[in-house]
C-alpha cells in the first residue's frame, strides 16, 4: 500500500475574503460554505470549522488579517470587533425590516 502524503492546502487572502463575505451577504451556515467551496479534510468529512475561523477573524480584525503573515500579526495583537461596510450593513439592515 503506497502511502499518501498529507496535502496542506494554503487559502489565499482573497480566497478567504470572498468566503467569508459569502456567508455573512447571502447568510449561509458555516457547512453551506464549506460545501459550496469544497473544503473537506483528509477523511473526507466536511471542514465547517474553518469558515467559521475565518468569519471570527474578519470580525475581530477585519480583511487585513487576511493578507498578512503570521509574524506580521504577531507583532500588532489589536483585537477590536470589524464593522461591516455600510452597504454590508445597510442589506443587512432592510433584510431585518422587512
Known amino acids: 500500500m503506497k502511502d499518501k502524503k498529507k ?3 494554503l ?3 482573497d480566497f478567504k475574503l470572498k468566503v467569508v463575505l459569502d456567508i455573512i451577504e447571502n447568510e449561509l451556515s458555516y457547512s453551506q460554505a464549506a460545501r459550496k467551496y ?5 477523511s473526507w468529512s466536511l471542514n465547517d470549522t474553518l469558515p467559521a475561523r475565518w468569519v471570527y477573524q474578519y470580525r475581530l480584525y477585519g ?16 483585537r477590536q470587533f470589524h464593522k461591516p461596510s455600510k452597504e454590508v450593513e445597510q442589506s443587512l439592515n432592510s433584510k ?3
Open 7 to 9: 496535502k496542506n492546502r
Open 96 to 98: 431585518l425590516n422587512t
Open 63 to 78: 480583511k487585513e488579517r487576511f493578507f498578512q503573515t503570521p509574524k506580521d500579526y504577531r507583532k500588532n495583537p489589536v
Open 11 to 13: 487559502w489565499s487572502g
Open 38 to 42: 469544497d473544503m473537506y479534510l483528509t
